[in-house]
Every structure is written in C-alpha cells, then in structure tokens.
C-alpha cells in the first residue's frame, strides 16, 4: 500500500511538470521541481534529527509519502521566486515530522502530519496551502488515481461516507446562493475532492479500525470538508476539517504504538517461524486482527521497513504471537526478522483488521486457511477455547506439504473441547505421507460439500495467499454459494 500511494504521488508530480510545461498550469516545472524536491530533503533531515532524538527507527518511506502529499498542496513558487517560498517548505517539513514524534500518545501520532503541518503554518507563519492539485488540468489523475487507491486498501466505506456527506452538504448549504450546476462544477472541477480522500481521508494510520466508526468518520469529515461549512465566521479548510476527524478517529477508535520485546522464536513447520514477544501490557485486540511491524533495518530494500502481519495469538494470552512463514528469497525485512535475538524489539502498532469472529454466536462457520494463513483462526480458536464457547464451527486447511502444517495443537484442543471439525489436504500428492487421511488434492466443489454438507447455510472465512484466496472463491461460486456469505482476510500491503 505504501509504495503504491509513494508511486502514484511521484506520477502526479510528473505529470504536473508536463502539464505545466505545456501552459495547464501557472507553474514552471523548475518551481514545481524545487517545491518537492525541497519538501523531500528537509522532511528527511527533520525525520533522521527526531528520530535519534526519540531513539526510534524512522519510516523513510512514510517521509517521502508525506513531503510529496505536501509538495501537491502547497503553492510551488511563482516567477521564479523560489527563496521567498524557502521558509514556509522548510517549516511545513518540520511541523510535519514533529507531529509523527511530538504530537504522539502510545508512540503513535493522532494527526495527518501533513494536514497538521499545513494547519500549524497558517496559524504562526500565517502561509496557507492553496490544494493547486484541484486544477481541472490534474482532475483526471486524481480520480483514476484515487480509485486505485481506494480500490486497494478497500476503503469504500470510509470514502462513498465522505463523497455523498460533501456532495450533500455543498448542495443543502449553497441553495440560494449558487445554481446546481454551478456547485457540482466546483465540486470536480475546483475541489481536492478526490485526491483529499484517496490519499489523506484513508490514511490508515489516523483513520478508525471498525466499519461503523469508519462511517462516522466519513460522514463528519465529509460535512466539515464542504467550504461553505462555519461556525460563525470560523470556516472550515481540508485540513481542518480531517484534523477535527483525526480527534474523533483517537476518541473512538484509539491505537497505539508499543516496543515489543523478542521472547523466543521457534520453527514450527517448514520454513514456518514462531515470534513470541513481551508486551508491555495485554493488548486489547479481537482475534483475527492485524498489526503493522516496523523493523529497524541495518540496510533496507525497495519495499520499505513496515509490514503487517495477523496477530496469531489470542486476546486471552499473555504474549504476542506471529506465525510467519519465510522462502528462500524472502525479501530484506524477513530476513533481519529472522536474524532477530531473544532480547531484541520490534515496534508495533496500527491495530485493525474487520476479519473476525460474527457477533452472533450461533452462525455456522468454515474457516479456510491456506498455509500461513491459518494464523487469524489460531487466534480465533485459542481465544474459543480459553472462554469455553462453543461454535457451530469446521475448519479446511490446505498446505502443499505435510510438513508445513502448525498448530494442530490448538486444532486438536478445539477438536476435543469444542467439538470443531478440522479437515486437511495436501496439495503435492506425489509427496504425500502413505497414511494421509486428509484430502489429496487442492480443495473442489466436492470436496467442500463432502466435508461440509451443510456449506449453504454457513458463511466461509478464507485466509492465504492471493492465489488461494481468489481459486477458493471460485470453488464456492461454483456452488452457487452467495458472495455476502464469503469473507476474506486483508491486509494493506503484502508481508
């Protein structure tokens, strides 16, 4: 997820540059190149000093994310007057990074840095952004581009919420005051609409974990968002009106950032690792959640220092588990993770995650777990068992080897004190053990309803990899089962 929000936000600075270079918008591409390059540099310098002041590992990646967000908001210098423009970019930069290290409660930073930045200027430098990424001339990358990345972080909740609140309240409160058409133009022609949600609104690290309160959030950022909105003669800006909901997403939806300490680390299958790690208190999750882990790397690789893993431990446990799996060409990340010493910390925060168990006791269940994805259901049955409750539940678990299988203690335990069925296949039958019980094969329609007689009155969990994710979707299309009843684990990046 980062690094495709990092791509699309170079792309739309290039494409900027073109632009302007051919007359669309009344910027030299030198200015805008100055402006961004400018806001990258002393946004690095910024991060590094509070970095080593903090004694934290800095998110390069995050800082570029955010000195571009800032180079597409504030006005790039006009006429060549470039020193003039020096001061309010090196302060936006430093406001910025001081809001992700100061401006913190449990090591995680409540505001949108670079909406805090920009707020924080206009109020003691008294310099303001200008949102020129709103020119008609961009409109079209910033829709496509927006959707993709909505698409991908699949938060449509949170931005259908905000587009129809900003819509309708730009139309409520300018009835009288402008035509229709009028108000619609300046909507998509002359608003960050579209780039103020895809980029800033979804922001996962200020946003809320659950859906409903995700509503909420789009709704009340979207209602401040609408320029006609005050209180008095107090108007709202963007950045404004996402700051009021960075306070609401920490009231109601708080998460924090802890240094988790390495107990011990265990191989429990092939290429198959335990990390068990001390927390500094019990952490209140649901099962099935995730986290995001941020390492500090001794040499990093193109894909950053952050990755989100499904915290495979139960809500009732003392630690915090992961169960990760590693290949041969894992990439830098997994590699120092692995290289990991009992006594060593990694940071983790940004807890979230919808795929967990349904309110309703009594609904029928399969959990699919292909792999490494087994882990949100060890967290879901370790938590079942440690509360007594029992669950119309059966559980498909599909690896290629028989080696790669872990946790059949917890499945076993589920099996005997909560009557949960679980049924196993092996994927590589040439390698398969003489005695196996399970399914030869991967998963097919008969298969499922063979083990799962009942599978239309039951709603499937389905966690793995993206290739087993979408060929066991497949299955279940094939039997007619309705999408509504078919839910899939995500996370917004890959590990």
Same mark, same amino acid.
């Given at each position: ?13 290039? !494409? ?14 030198? !200015? ?6 400018? @806001? ?41 007057? %470039? ?24 090591? *995680? ?84 609409? %579209? ?29 401040? %968002? ?49 990390? *068990?790690?001390?927390?500094?208190? +019990? ?19 193109? +894909? ?27 990439? +830098? ?17 940004? @807890? ?8 309703? *006791? ?15 259901? +060890?967290?879901? =049955? ?18 290629? =080897? ?11 335990? !589920?099996?005997?004190? @909560? ?59 094939? @039997? ?16």
């Amino acid at each position: 997820m980062y690094r495709l929000v990092l791509y699309y936000l170079i792309f739309l600075i290039v !494409a900027a540059m073109l632009l302007s270079s051919f007359g669309y918008l009344p910027y030299s591409p030198a !200015a805008l190149f100055f402006s961004a390059i400018s @806001l990258v540099v002393y946004s690095l310098a910024a991060n590094t000093l509070f970095a080593k002041i903090f004694r934290v590992p800095p998110n390069t990646e995050s800082v570029y994310i955010t000195a571009l967000i800032l180079a597409l908001i504030i006005t790039p210098p006009l006429q060549g007057a %470039f020193l003039s423009t020096l001061p309010f970019l090196i302060w936006a930069s430093v406001f910025a990074m001081a809001c992700k290290f100061i401006i913190n409660i449990d090591g *995680k930073h409540v505001f949108n840095p670079a909406a805090f930045a920009v707020a924080l200027a206009s109020l003691t430098i008294n310099q303001s952004a200008s949102w020129w990424i709103s020119a008609p001339s961009m409109m079209i990358f910033t829709v496509l581009g927006g959707f993709l990345i909505i698409r991908k972080v699949r938060r449509f909740d949170v931005a259908i919420a905000f587009l129809v609140t900003a819509f309708l309240t730009m139309v409520l409160l300018s009835m009288g005051k402008s035509t229709l058409l009028m108000t619609l133009k300046g909507a998509f022609l002359y608003s960050p609409l %579209f780039f103020f949600v895809s980029i800033m609104l979804t922001e996962p690290l200020t946003m809320p974990s659950e859906h409903d309160t995700r509503i909420v959030y789009g709704f009340l950022v979207g209602w401040l %968002f609408a320029p006609q909105t005050h209180f008095g003669s107090f108007y709202f800006t963007p950045e404004l009106a996402l700051l009021a909901g960075n306070i609401y997403s920490y009231v109601f939806s708080p998460k924090g950032r802890f240094a988790l300490k390495l107990i011990s680390k265990e191989q429990v299958g092939k290429g198959v690792y335990d990390f *068990k790690f001390e927390t500094p208190r +019990r952490l209140n999750f649901k099962p099935g959640q995730y986290m995001e882990w941020t390492l500090g790397l001794s040499r990093g690789d193109s +894909r950053g220092n952050r990755r989100y893993f499904t915290l495979a431990s139960s809500p009732t446990e003392n630690n915090a588990l992961l169960g990760i799996k590693f290949y041969p060409d894992s990439s +830098r990340y997994k590699q120092e993770l692995l290289d990991l010493e009992e006594g060593q910390e990694i940071y983790a925060g940004q @807890l979230s995650g919808d795929f967990i168990l349904p309110k309703n *006791k009594n609904k029928k269940i399969v959990f699919v777990a292909g792999g490494i994805g087994i882990t949100p259901f +060890r967290s879901m =049955l370790k938590y079942l068992i440690d509360r007594n409750e029992a669950r119309p539940i059966i559980v498909l678990y599909a690896n290629r =080897l028989a080696d790669e299988i872990v946790y059949t203690d917890v499945l076993e335990e !589920a099996r005997e004190k @909560l009557g949960i069925k679980t049924v196993y296949a092996l994927s590589d039958t040439k390698q398969a053990p003489p005695d196996w019980q399970g399914v030869l094969g991967h998963f097919t329609p008969q298969s499922v309803v063979q083990a799962v007689p009942d599978f239309s009155e039951r709603t499937f969990y389905i966690s793995g990899s993206h290739n087993m994710v979408v060929g066991f979707n497949d299955v279940l299309i094939s @039997l007619d089962q309705p999408r509504s009843k078919i839910k899939t684990d995500f996370f917004p990046g890959l590990a």
